[in-house]
Nanobody, 115 residues
């Protein structure tokens, strides 16, 4: 059974950092482009960072220069290093394939940026 598990979220003050982790169980995504998404209250889920199978990365303008996505295929994991966090970064963060077909969505990990 395919399962995505995200972790690493929490409460952090503005300017702080967090590292999110995503592990895919029951599937191999070595050849897949992966992405981190986030969903803020009342908003649709949106991609914030993508990484190709070869390691090419892209970021939405809102996080460019502050977030870094990377992957470890041997561990079936994708990570998101988030620095200089802002209150607008508050959201539930998910990872999944960048393209269709998506894997079943995990429960996500909550990030709250607040003083």
């Amino acid at each position: 059974q395919v399962q995505i598990v995200e972790s690493g979220g929490g409460l952090v003050q503005p300017g702080g950092s967090l590292r999110l982790s995503c592990t895919a169980r029951g599937t191999i995504f070595t050849g897949s482009s992966m992405a981190w998404y986030r969903q803020a209250p009342g908003n649709a889920r949106e991609p914030v960072a993508t990484i190709s199978s070869g390691g090419t990365t892209n970021y939405t303008d809102a996080v460019k220069g502050r977030y870094t996505i990377y992957r470890d295929n041997a561990k079936r994991s994708v990570y998101l290093q988030m620095n200089s966090l802002k209150p607008d970064d508050t959201a539930v963060y998910y990872c999944n394939r960048q393209h269709f077909p998506k894997l079943p969505w995990g429960q996500g990990t909550q990030v709250i940026v607040s003083s």
